[in-house]
């Protein structure tokens, strides 16, 4: 015996045959008898018999749905319970891949700010010309001399420093003769490789 699933899906495929057989039946002696049809009888027989199939045709195709819907549902409640029943592993796995990405990027930002020379920040972006230094061996004059306005200074002081010197202008200085432009202009890493520089060649420590 077949199943339910398998028998709605054949009767649907039947009746939908059978619609079309009537279709090309009824334009066929439409076309070959012009006082088609020939009584009312006929014509009223005719149309019921369209309609119970047609009717017939919906219900089936509405069944058919369903048991392709249920179905699909099976399945992935299969999948489902495959996945929990493997899920320890998989989430292992993925907290596994985690963690080394986690590592490879934190090693990867470490290894550019490293890569990045404070003493050459502070060359290339000019500052050799406006301040004394000892450590880059630099003597102008337009700015503070940074041994002593920077020495025993915070990280925190420096970096404000440089990004807004006019917040905490050194005394004898005027405003507004340092670039403010710095945060802008030096990329974090360049920026933060200054500040460590500058913070380690003032901090008196040698």
């Known amino acids: 015996m077949l199943p339910v699933a398998e028998l709605n899906h054949t009767a649907f495929f039947v009746l939908g045959l059978a619609l079309v057989?009537?279709?090309?039946?009824?334009?066929?002696?439409?076309?070959?008898?012009?006082?088609f049809p020939t009584s009312r009888a006929i014509l009223v027989g005719g149309i019921a018999a369209v309609a119970t199939v047609v009717g017939a045709t919906m219900v089936f195709a509405w069944r058919n749905a369903e048991d392709?819907?249920?179905?699909?549902?099976?399945?992935?409640?299969?999948?489902?319970?495959?996945?929990?029943?493997?899920?320890?592993?998989t989430e292992a796995d993925e907290e596994s891949g985690s963690a080394a990405s986690?590592?490879?990027?934190?090693?990867?930002?470490?290894?550019?700010?490293?890569?990045?020379?404070?003493?050459?920040?502070?060359?290339?972006?000019?500052?050799?010309?406006?301040?004394?230094?000892a450590d880059a061996g630099s003597t102008a004059t337009?700015?503070?001399?940074?041994?002593?306005?920077?020495?025993?200074?915070?990280?925190?002081?420096i970096k404000t420093s440089i990004v807004d010197p006019n917040k905490d202008v050194e005394q004898g200085y005027p405003p507004n003769v340092m670039?403010?432009?710095?945060?802008?202009e030096l990329s974090p890493e360049e920026l933060d490789a200054l500040v460590s520089y500058l913070s380690q060649v003032t901090s008196g420590n040698g």
């Open 21 to 35: 057989a009537i279709a090309l039946v009824v334009s066929f002696v439409g076309l070959r008898f012009e006082k």
């Open 179 to 184: 670039p403010q432009s710095y945060g802008t």
């Open 68 to 89: 392709e819907q249920d179905a699909h549902e099976a399945e992935l409640a299969a999948d489902t319970k495959a996945n929990e029943a493997s899920g320890d592993v």
């Open 102 to 133: 986690a590592d490879t990027s934190t090693t990867s930002t470490t290894a550019t700010t490293a890569s990045v020379d404070g003493a050459q920040v502070f060359a290339t972006a000019g500052c050799t010309g406006c301040h004394t230094l």
């Open 142 to 157: 337009t700015g503070p001399d940074l041994d002593g306005a920077l020495k025993g200074k915070p990280p925190e002081f």
